[in-house]
């Protein structure tokens, strides 16, 4: 509380009023928030070290005391921690110095030695005091706690992503179903509408083939009647064989043989 008391102070004597009025954004809720949320992190303005809390109960000696706390970030204390707290009235008095024993929500138990340092030891220690606590340990695990945290949140926004999406996919299901069957009946269309082409294709190019061939038949026919008339006969001279012989002196007959009748 004095921290705080302190902080603000300052800032009123260091600066004019009017550059500390705060102007409600009209982007953040009507619930009186006049900050962005820090999404449970650490703020940077705020000392973690230093804490309050009020003794809820405490054993017959006051050694071992319950204390409950507003902020619950003592969550973070493990047993064994060391931790130092002040009376709040005796504020000018020492550190007393306890070990943190047990932690419950908005709980933490610690045992203490010897309250000489800060508080009469002879006058009864009354439940609900109030105490004002230190501990750079605990300022330490709620760094780690934060830096911890804003993985966990990733790691969390990733699977509200992949939620998102099955929960989109399982939402438009029916819709994705029709249009996936739309998308191929289309395809199926086409094919067979190319199929169909195709085919028109082959019986008219079959049917210009039997014309082409029709009149290349035509046309052979015509140049065989041309290569037929215009073909060059080699003359060669015939000589009666009979007379071949009798010169050459080859045994003949007398007269050339008859004919044969067939």
């Not at 029709?178 to 395809?187: E, F, H, L, R, S």
Request: with cysteine; aromatic share 14%; proline share 2%.
């Amino acid at each position: 509380m004095m921290y705080f008391r302190t902080l603000f102070s300052f800032l009123f004597l260091s600066f004019p009023l009017t550059l500390w009025a705060v102007v409600a954004a009209s982007s953040y809720p009507d619930g009186g928030v006049l900050a962005p949320d820090s999404n449970n992190m650490i703020d940077p303005n705020v000392d973690y070290e230093h804490f309050s809390g009020r003794v809820s109960d405490k054993d017959d000696k006051s050694r071992v005391f319950k204390i409950q706390v507003e902020n619950n970030n003592t969550k973070f204390f493990r047993s064994g921690d060391m931790v130092l707290f002040k009376v709040n009235t005796k504020e000018n008095r020492d550190y007393c110095k306890g070990f943190v024993r047990s932690i419950e929500d908005f709980y933490f138990t610690i045992y203490v030695e010897t309250l000489h340092t800060c508080y009469n030891e002879e006058k009864y220690f009354r439940r609900g005091t109030v105490l004002n606590f230190y501990s750079k340990v605990l300022a330490e695990r709620v760094l780690e706690a934060s830096l911890f945290r804003g993985q966990l949140v990733t790691r969390k926004q990733n699977f509200l992503k992949q939620m998102n999406d099955i929960n989109h996919f399982l939402w438009t299901f029916d819709q994705q179903k029709v249009k996936t069957g739309a998308d191929y009946d289309a395809q199926i269309n086409e094919l067979q509408r190319q199929k169909q082409k195709a085919l028109d294709d082959l019986i008219t190019e079959k049917q210009e083939k039997l014309v082409l061939q029709n009149e290349l038949m035509r046309k052979l026919n015509d140049l065989d009647e041309s290569l037929k008339f215009y073909r060059v006969e080699r003359q060669e001279l015939m000589t009666d064989r009979w007379e071949a012989d009798h010169d050459l002196g080859h045994p003949f007959g007398q007269r050339p043989q008859e004919l044969k009748q067939e």
